[in-house]
């Protein structure tokens, strides 16, 4: 069943990874394993609707988004390469949300988070979205927090 959000953010990332990464990405309802290798991209948006966006994914899409992003073979892509390329896509994915998010609002400066089996909380939100997307290059994850009133 999609939620408020679901289907926005399904077209959004889908529609990224289609056009500019060559990459069909299709919706499934498990999460990825919880102790795997994960690069987590979060930004922030403020304003009229506040929350966060945060990607995460795995090893595998990050690398061959790095391939596809910056025209490089998969053995030249460095840890710096696919951060840089984890940022670009949460700036994407944050931008084209916020665009139908109530707004005004803006978009801060991505923050990226590497490794395995840590936990991720963001202080004073709820979660309102968690959608798990596959491709044959790899698993990603986005999830949409919104700040709880007060």
């Not at 408020?4 to 889908?14: G, H, K, L, P």
């Given at each position: 069943?999609?939620?408020?959000?679901?289907?926005?953010?399904?077209?959004?990332?889908?529609?990224?990874?289609?056009?500019?990464?060559?990459?069909?990405?299709?919706?499934?309802?498990?999460?990825?394993?919880?102790?795997?290798?994960s690069?987590?991209?979060t930004v922030?948006?403020?304003g009229?609707w506040?929350?966060?966006?945060?990607l995460?994914?795995?090893?595998e899409?990050?690398?061959?988004s790095a391939?596809?992003?910056?025209n490089?073979?998969?053995e030249?892509?460095?840890?710096d390469?696919?951060?840089?390329?984890?940022a670009?896509?949460?700036n994407?994915?944050g931008?084209?949300l916020?665009?139908?998010?109530?707004?005004?609002?803006f978009l801060?400066?991505p923050?990226?988070?590497?490794?395995r089996?840590?936990?991720?909380?963001?202080?004073?939100?709820?979660?309102?979205e968690d959608?798990?997307?596959?491709?044959?290059?790899?698993?990603?994850?986005?999830?949409?927090?919104?700040?709880?009133?007060?």
């Amino acid at each position: 069943m999609d939620t408020t959000y679901a289907s926005m953010i399904e077209q959004i990332v889908a529609t990224i990874f289609s056009s500019m990464l060559n990459d069909d990405l299709f919706r499934v309802e498990e999460p990825p394993p919880a102790d795997a290798e994960s690069l987590l991209a979060t930004v922030q948006i403020a304003g009229q609707w506040t929350g966060s966006v945060v990607l995460s994914l795995s090893p595998e899409i990050a690398t061959r988004s790095a391939v596809a992003m910056l025209n490089i073979a998969p053995e030249e892509v460095t840890a710096d390469d696919r951060q840089d390329v984890a940022a670009e896509l949460a700036n994407m994915v944050g931008g084209n949300l916020k665009s139908v998010l109530p707004g005004p609002s803006f978009l801060s400066l991505p923050t990226i988070v590497a490794g395995r089996e840590f936990g991720l909380q963001v202080h004073d939100a709820q979660l309102i979205e968690d959608l798990v997307l596959r491709s044959e290059s790899g698993s990603l994850r986005v999830r949409l927090y919104e700040k709880i009133a007060k």
